[in-house]
């Protein structure tokens, strides 16, 4: 007997769908779903059914201005889109505190946690009252059709800030007057 691999996708994401539980879903009217389309990077290329089902995936988070959505060295296996508000993005050196960016609506943050390193690299702190919604790993893995798109964009967003900080680093040692920076293996700590 042969079987349709077809069958057998539909058959294992419906077993998915039913072990992983999603959270309450949101209520979102159709101008927040385009909006949402046409404005978040790491939803882009997806179609309106599978924006939904993604959407439909999220926790609801408000933040209150000051407050901590996570620290530096936390355990993380999620991602947020920032829909409303403002956050800035922190790190510790010693008793010191610098702020490496200023986050507003449209954009994700802690998508690190969900491509690699499982602690995360910054504070992320509201700076005014805001909403995230929250992509927790497992329940984006266990939808193939828009974890391919999620997972696309979010290299995206990590290549275009990893080219920006770049520029930052040569600006940095040509104001302290390094012209060599060490090999790369050193910087990763390796």
Not at 65 to 82: K, M, P, Q
Not at 155 to 167: N, P
Request: hydrophobic share 45%; charged share 25%.
């Amino acid at each position: 007997m042969r079987v349709d691999p077809a069958v057998v996708k539909i058959f294992a994401e419906n077993v998915r769908a039913d072990i992983i539980q999603r959270p309450a879903g949101l209520n979102l009217d159709a101008a927040i779903v385009q909006k949402i389309a046409n404005k978040v990077k790491v939803f882009q290329g997806m179609t309106h059914d599978c924006l939904m089902s993604t959407l439909a995936m999220a926790e609801h988070m408000p933040h209150k201005a000051g407050d901590v959505v996570f620290n530096e060295g936390d355990i993380g296996s999620s991602f947020h889109v920032l829909i409303a508000g403002e956050v800035v993005i922190e790190k510790t050196r010693g008793d010191r505190t610098v702020t490496l960016a200023t986050i507003g609506s449209g954009e994700c943050f802690g998508e690190m946690a969900l491509v690699g390193n499982h602690l995360r690299s910054a504070t992320v702190r509201a700076s005014r009252d805001s909403v995230t919604m929250r992509f927790d790993r497992e329940r984006v893995d266990a939808y193939p059709d828009s974890a391919h798109i999620i997972y696309r964009n979010i290299a995206r967003v990590l290549s275009t800030r990893l080219d920006i900080s770049s520029e930052r680093l040569a600006d940095l040692a040509l104001r302290s007057g390094e012209t060599e920076a060490p090999p790369l293996d050193q910087l990763a700590g390796n």
